[in-house]
């Protein structure tokens, strides 16, 4: 299926899929694997020192989001955080409501276990977006019952980038709790994709926050829940007692130590590295629009209300998979945005709620600008495309 071709440059513009891990990471984890190997349970010291290592980067992820060490979990990425907040609300018996409040736009790491817990009997309230990908606090506020357990909007979205308000949904949430006078229902947000965006869970008035390493130039296989105290959740694993009886199993000790230190770092560059991201990313635009005036920005336009790096857009006319197996041929790396595979031609649901057609969604490519993107890079990026127009025209 790839197509292995000479081309005289690469140019990775795919980082919301996956990043490099940074050089600062890699030699933090290191001693981990090699010397300091031993059970964070053991009773002798050197399972004591592993122990501190994973207590020293608890403290730091828990510091960033404002928490204490013991509401952070961590897991084996994203997609078990997800999984683990929501399974671990619905499967708690101590709660006994059969709604739960989600978008139209989620990733399929919240969509799926949502869709399956459907077919247990739950009630699933999906939020429609704008044209934007914009969900309206408001209407997350009507849909809120008696019986909702469990209120779960991504924070920012993977495919175009949509910042949604958290803090606001958070607000009425919290609201609607008070008014009940009720511990229920949870906020839960998917915060794969906000490593540079603000991440105070008090002011974001979320009990459940979820992240992956692997999107902030940490190691794959590692993530993290953040859980507010006095929100019982039912294990996804059982075994040992590791992770306060919350994930059983050996700590991924290199990779929590991974996970702390690159989202260190990538809080000490988000503002630098978001201005660089949307000056290159206004700069991509504006270069578009002269060379192919026909194509359109999927979601906001670029500023606070959209990550800095995303950027989605509709090429009438053109076949969004093939485009992209034209640009790799040019050595140019994107994505259609969608968790897909080569093997089926999925249409991304979040376009489509978005109010695109199946064929305009279809048409659409996301490139993701990152730490190692560079204004030659947008360039090569543009005269790929032209030569790919020329080629497909034709
Ligand atoms: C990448 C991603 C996930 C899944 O994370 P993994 O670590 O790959 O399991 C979930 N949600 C969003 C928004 C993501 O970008």
Redesign the pocket.
């Known amino acids: 299926m790839r197509h292995k071709k000479k081309h005289t440059r690469l140019v990775y513009a795919d980082y ?2 996956a990043t490099p891990v940074d050089k600062a990471v890699l030699k933090a984890m290191v001693p981990y694997f090699l010397d300091i190997f031993a059970n964070p349970s053991a009773i002798y010291s050197s399972g004591l020192t592993t122990q501190e290592a994973v207590n020293d980067s608890r403290r730091v992820v828990a510091d960033i989001l404002h928490a204490l060490p013991q509401h952070i979990v961590f897991t ?5 955080s ?1 999984n683990l907040a929501i399974y671990g609300v619905a499967h708690n018996e101590v709660h006994h409501g059969k709604h739960i409040i989600t978008s139209a736009i989620e ?1 399929h ?2 969509i799926l276990p949502l869709e399956d817990l459907k077919k247990q009997g739950w009630e699933i309230t999906y939020i429609p977006v704008d044209r934007y990908g914009f969900v309206n606090p408001q209407e997350v506020r009507r849909a809120l019952r008696r019986d909702t357990v469990l209120v779960s909007i ?1 924070y ?3 495919e175009v980038g949509t910042i949604q308000s958290i803090a606001e949904i958070g607000r009425e949430i919290l609201k609607f709790r008070n008014q009940h006078a009720s511990a229920l229902p949870y906020f839960h947000t ?1 915060a ?2 906000a490593a540079y965006l603000d991440l105070d869970v008090e002011k974001l008035h979320v009990d459940l926050l ?1 992240m ?1 390493a ?2 902030f130039y940490g190691p ?2 590692i ?1 993290m829940l953040y859980v507010r105290k006095g929100v019982r959740l039912k294990p996804l694993l059982y075994g040992g007692n590791q992770e306060l009886q919350r994930r059983a199993g050996t700590e991924n000790v290199p990779g929590i130590v991974g996970f702390a230190t690159a989202l260190k770092t990538a809080r000490k560059r988000a503002q630098k590295e978001t201005k660089r991201l949307e000056e290159l990313s206004h700069y991509f635009l504006k270069r578009l629009q002269v060379e192919f005036p026909l194509v359109q920005l999927n979601g906001p336009v670029v500023g606070i209300n959209r990550l800095p790096g995303v950027i989605n857009v509709f090429f009438p006319g053109f076949e969004g998979e093939q485009l992209l197996l034209y640009l790799d041929r040019n050595g140019v790396m994107s994505s259609t945005g969608s968790a897909c595979n080569l093997q089926t031609v999925d249409t991304s649901h979040v376009l489509t709620h978005m109010g695109l057609s199946n064929e305009q969604a279809r048409s659409s490519v996301r490139f993701s600008f990152g730490l190692f993107t560079q204004k030659k890079d947008v360039d090569y990026i543009i005269s790929s495309l032209k030569k790919v127009f020329l080629l497909l025209k034709s």
Not at 76 to 80: A, C, F, L, P, R
Request: net charge neutral; hydrophobic share 25%.
């Open positions: 919301a899929a084996s990425g994203g997609t078990e997800n990733h790491a919240v991504m920012a979205n993977n998917d794969c994709q979820s992956s692997s999107k794959k296989g993530g």
